[in-house]
């Protein structure tokens, strides 16, 4: 039994040239009904004449060449207007000379490169057509023949418009696919700095704690384990991140009940005293406010310990009804105020995630020196 819901698609599948080939057949059958014949396109006012011979030549020549008038739109306007010429200068008048019409608009729309010769062209060869059917006895005005050739060129500028709208979609599809591919790289970029600077900071300074503890196996031996469980972690990070960057992938968000405490704990074995505090309940649609908490405190402890390593960092987390608020404030030292200025990208991708979901984000020196992250992200409503 036969599908009929797939059959447009399966047209849409077929080549060009097929898919016109039915606008030819309409022509040339509409021309040889005797009803239409002499009551076709007319340019001159000759008197029509019985179709003989060289009138099905005529109409064969204006019609079977819409079958290739979108894949060789110039040859298929040339071989209709040879065409159209016999057929006026014949006076057959067939409705197989409207092809005429389709030709240009297909040219128009079509036609790529040599436009402008294309155009000069085919309005030069209008001129020698026009004498010709005055010196038959044509009692058409000039102004006749400039009526004529301006819905020519009418049907040319329908097909130019055409093809300017369609050059115009595809510029912007192709704008939307680079701004797409950008705004890609720039979460990447975001997700990859925020995995890799905290767990390499961590790293760096236990690495840096380990060279004075030669004297002392005992806490030698722990910090290259928290060295080492580190490592771990980012590994683990860098493959979540890589299953997030697969199409395949789910889009739940990464952060985990408890992950925060872990964040705090690691920290701690860098080497930061970390006092954290949260209270409230998660709102169960809070998934991605969630996530962009996590951030929040992950980025801003990676700065306590690049540029206030060993000073007393507080972490409180709020979980509200309807948001969720994150401050993260540490004692300075000289070098504490960095953590503001900075490179900037981690501060400004945070400022970025918190405002895509309605929230407010602020990284500030304190007046008696460090700073502070404050940050209210909107979070849904409680069940």
Not at 120 to 126: D, N
Request: with cysteine; hydrophobic share 45%.
């Amino acid at each position: 039994m036969i599908d009929l819901r797939r059959i447009p698609d399966r047209w849409r599948r077929l080549d060009v040239t097929v898919r016109d080939l039915p606008w030819a057949m309409l022509f040339v059958v509409g021309s040889l009904l005797p009803p239409l014949q002499g009551h076709g396109t007319e340019v001159g006012e000759l008197p029509a004449r019985p179709f003989d011979a060289l009138a099905i030549v005529a109409v064969l020549l204006q019609s079977l060449p819409l079958a290739i008038r979108r894949r060789w739109p110039i040859a298929c306007l040339a071989v209709v207007s040879a065409g159209f010429v016999i057929d006026q200068v014949r006076a057959y008048h067939s409705f197989a000379g409207t092809a005429l019409a389709i030709a240009l608009i297909t040219a128009g729309a079509r036609v790529e490169q040599h436009r402008r010769a294309t155009m000069v062209v085919f309005s030069v060869a209008y001129i020698p057509l026009a004498v010709w059917l005055d010196r038959l006895g044509s009692n058409e005005q000039v102004g006749g023949f400039v009526l004529f050739y301006l819905v020519l060129v009418l049907a040319w500028g329908i097909g130019s418009w055409w093809r300017a709208t369609r050059v115009a979609d595809a510029e912007r599809r192709r704008r939307v696919a680079e701004d797409t591919r950008a705004a890609e790289r720039t979460r990447i970029a975001r997700e990859l700095h925020d995995v890799v600077t905290h767990h390499v900071t961590a790293m760096v300074v236990q690495t840096e704690a380990a060279r004075y503890l030669t004297a002392a196996p005992d806490k030698l031996d722990a910090t290259l384990a928290a060295v080492s469980d580190t490592g771990r972690r980012a590994i683990t990070d860098l493959r979540h991140l890589l299953d997030l960057l697969n199409p395949d992938h789910g889009t739940g968000d990464p952060v985990r009940q408890g992950e925060l405490k872990e964040l705090v704990e690691q920290t701690r074995e860098a080497g930061q005293p970390v006092e954290f505090t949260e209270d409230g309940t998660p709102a169960q649609t809070s998934g991605s406010a969630e996530f962009v908490t996590y951030r929040v405190v992950q980025e801003a402890l990676t700065n306590a310990l690049k540029y206030a390593h060993g000073s007393a960092t507080v972490v409180r987390v709020h979980h509200g009804e309807r948001e969720i608020t994150v401050e993260v404030s540490t004692e300075g030292s000289a070098s504490a105020g960095k953590a503001v200025g900075g490179s900037g990208r981690g501060l400004a991708g945070l400022r970025e995630r918190v405002d895509v979901l309605g929230g407010e984000f602020s990284a500030d020196r304190q007046p008696g020196g460090g700073f502070v992250v404050r940050a209210r992200i909107p979070a849904g409503s409680p069940s």
